[in-house]
């Protein structure tokens, strides 16, 4: 079946400019999750929903980022007046209940100019 | 909060020969243990978990090992493939499911496995 899809796969922005990540689960999935990667390193998670309910964000950076999940099914990462720091591969993962196997998706990678 | 601290960074065997990662992790409430491979360009893919109540899990040439006692888990691949190689992360999250509390996964810093043909 169809495995968690992210979009765009690759994004260049310019700094200052606000970007929006999305992650589509797989379908049925209760709980969505995301972490960012950095080069050679493991994922960092990020927040964490479980429906349309934001359980955790203690690992958004600052308040530019936000994420929502309206429907309980598509996620939007936002990040607003991006920094060359925020460089990095987003990933989005999946998971049939709280506390179950997590499915990754292919990440988006995040360049700011 | 969580620490996991994964050896070595790097490993190379021969094809045929055995792999063992060794993950260790800091929080006794931790209850989930996760290994994930990570290909060139992709995105980390489930291959094993083991759950606190279990000391061992098999899924055919690879097995996961968990020493509750030690706060410590590893990764066994036997007779190991050229398809092997690969970046292998270990993490541990503690579950509680429903009811607000996160379940997110901390990650080791991840072995680069080289199976040389």
């Known amino acids: 079946g169809a495995g968690v899809s992210q979009s765009p796969r690759y994004k260049v922005t310019k700094r200052g400019q606000d970007v929006a990540l999305r992650c589509d689960p797989i379908?049925?999935?209760?709980?969505l999750y995301w972490y960012r990667q950095a080069l050679g390193q493991g994922p960092e998670f990020l927040t964490y929903?479980?429906?349309?309910?934001?359980?955790?964000k203690s690992g958004l950076p600052n308040d530019r980022f936000s994420a929502e999940r309206p429907e309980g099914s598509i996620s939007t990462l936002t990040i607003q007046r991006t920094e060359q720091r925020d460089s990095a591969m987003y990933r989005c993962a999946s998971s049939p209940n709280p506390g179950s196997e997590q499915y990754f998706g292919p990440g988006t990678r995040l360049t700011v100019t | 909060g969580e620490n996991v601290e994964q050896h070595p960074s790097t490993l190379s065997v021969q094809e045929g020969d055995s792999a063992v990662i060794k993950c260790t992790y800091s929080?006794?409430?931790?209850?989930?243990f996760p290994w994930y491979k990570q290909e060139l360009g992709k995105g980390p893919q489930l291959i094993i978990d083991?759950?606190?109540?279990?000391g061992e899990k098999k899924d055919q040439r690879i097995a996961v090992t968990l020493n509750k006692t030690a706060k410590h888990f590893s990764l066994h691949i036997t007779e190991t493939q050229p398809e092997d190689s690969a970046v292998y992360f270990c993490?541990?999250?503690?579950?509680?499911?429903?009811?607000?509390?996160?379940?997110?996964?901390?990650f080791g810093t991840g072995t680069l496995l080289a199976v040389q043909p």
């Open positions: 083991i759950r606190s109540n279990v």
């Open positions: 993490a541990a999250s503690t579950i509680v499911g429903y009811g607000g509390a996160t379940n997110k996964l901390i």
């Open positions: 929903f479980n429906y349309e309910a934001q359980q955790d």
């Open positions: 379908s049925g999935h209760v709980s």
């Open positions: 929080d006794s409430a931790s209850n989930y």
